[in-house]
């Protein structure tokens, strides 16, 4: 496997900046989830690690050697998409064995049956191999596509969005299946998703991504507890963190705007007054929907309280964030 380094990489499309100047450092064996908004950049970055587009300036480098002038088949890496990519009129087995085929591999047959078996074996779908794709779920042909990446032992994995299309169940378990196939293999994965409790449960590394530009890089622990902006502050968590005017509680430091809070940061039994406008019980913890001072907000509290709509509770902060007048953190 291999880190993977981009130095300024800058894109155009047309008059559309996809990215601007984005330097980022993939560690070797990491699992990086990148997030933003459609078009944010998630996707072009891909694309660029991948050979698919090549930048307007700056230098993509994978394995310390820059990638310039170099195909994606020359590069070494492997791309699942959202849609399955599988040649409908092949079997399972064929599916799988066409990327170890290519000219350029010169693989034997006895390692294509061999990898291909035990490819098929992880995935689950050892038993479908003489299937036909258009014989399968939808799951079941979203294993065969990530196993003809996983089939090729690639320098970098690259997938964009590959679960976001199945269904909830599915999601769960692939994505237990992808974080163990990850980190058995070592494998650097770099994956787009806009789904936060992917990037929370998968990834070692969190890119965020706004405009073409990347605007925080570390563990999801520290982008959740420690955002740089408003911005970076929404792309974790779920239900989302509630941004309000900074007066609305006491304690503000100067250049204040804005106070972020986590639903769970926020604490019952005294403080300001809020009223209690729906409660949403979801088993394991209940969700209450505030109005404070004319201003809306989501709080957790213990999955059995007696609260019902219409009645008032009073709230405070804990672990504030505070925001400044463009959205940036202050320390």
């Known amino acids: 496997m291999a880190e993977v380094v981009l130095e300024n990489v800058m894109k155009r499309f047309g008059g559309t900046l996809a990215l601007g100047n984005v330097s980022l450092r993939v560690p070797d064996g990491s699992f990086v989830v990148l997030l933003g908004p459609s078009g944010a950049g998630k996707t072009t970055t891909l694309r660029m690690v991948s050979g698919l587009d090549v930048p307007d300036s700056g230098e993509v480098f994978i394995g310390g050697r820059a990638m310039k002038g170099l195909s994606p088949a020359e590069r070494n890496v492997a791309m699942v998409f959202q849609q399955y990519s599988l040649y409908p009129h092949l079997t399972v087995r064929q599916n799988?064995?066409?990327?170890?085929?290519?000219?350029?591999?010169?693989?034997?047959?006895?390692?294509?049956?061999?990898?291909?078996?035990?490819?098929?074996?992880?995935?689950?779908?050892?038993?479908?191999?003489?299937?036909?794709?258009?014989?399968?779920?939808?799951?079941?042909?979203?294993?065969?596509?990530?196993?003809?990446?996983?089939?090729?032992?690639?320098?970098?994995?690259?997938?964009?969005?590959?679960?976001?299309?199945?269904?909830?169940?599915?999601?769960?378990?692939?994505?237990?299946?992808?974080?163990?196939?990850?980190?058995?293999?070592?494998?650097?994965?770099?994956?787009?998703?806009?789904?936060?409790?992917?990037?929370?449960?998968?990834?070692?590394?969190?890119?965020?991504?706004?405009?073409?530009?990347?605007v925080q890089f570390g563990s999801p622990r520290a982008a959740y507890e420690e955002p740089v902006s408003v911005y970076a502050a929404t792309r974790l968590g779920q239900p989302r963190i509630n941004v309000?005017?900074?007066?609305?509680?006491?304690?503000?430091?100067?250049?204040?705007?804005?106070?972020?809070?986590?639903?769970?940061?926020?604490?019952?039994?005294?403080?300001?007054?809020?009223?209690?406008?729906?409660?949403?019980?979801?088993?394991?913890?209940?969700?209450?929907?505030?109005?404070?001072k004319r201003h809306d907000l989501i709080t957790v509290t213990d999955?059995?309280?007696?609260?019902?709509?219409?009645?008032t509770i009073r709230i405070r902060p804990s672990q504030p964030l505070y925001f400044d007048a463009a959205g940036m953190r202050l320390a």
């Open 96 to 214: 799988l064995e066409f990327p170890l085929k290519s000219p350029l591999l010169k693989t034997p047959q006895a390692a294509i049956d061999r990898k291909v078996k035990e490819v098929a074996e992880v995935l689950q779908i050892a038993h479908k191999l003489e299937n036909k794709a258009t014989a399968l779920s939808g799951g079941e042909m979203q294993r065969v596509s990530i196993g003809r990446a996983l089939v090729r032992n690639p320098d970098i994995f690259l997938m964009d969005e590959p679960l976001s299309s199945l269904d909830a169940k599915l999601r769960a378990d692939l994505r237990i299946e992808l974080k163990r196939i990850q980190a058995k293999s070592g494998a650097t994965l770099i994956y787009v998703t806009h789904d936060q409790i992917e990037a929370m449960t998968m990834a070692t590394h969190v890119g965020v991504l706004n405009e073409g530009r990347l």
């Open 244 to 292: 309000l005017p900074a007066d609305l509680f006491a304690g503000a430091p100067a250049g204040a705007k804005s106070i972020g809070l986590r639903p769970e940061h926020i604490v019952q039994g005294d403080g300001e007054e809020a009223l209690v406008k729906r409660v949403e019980h979801l088993g394991d913890q209940t969700r209450l929907h505030l109005t404070l």
């Open 303 to 311: 999955a059995h309280t007696p609260l019902k709509g219409g009645e």
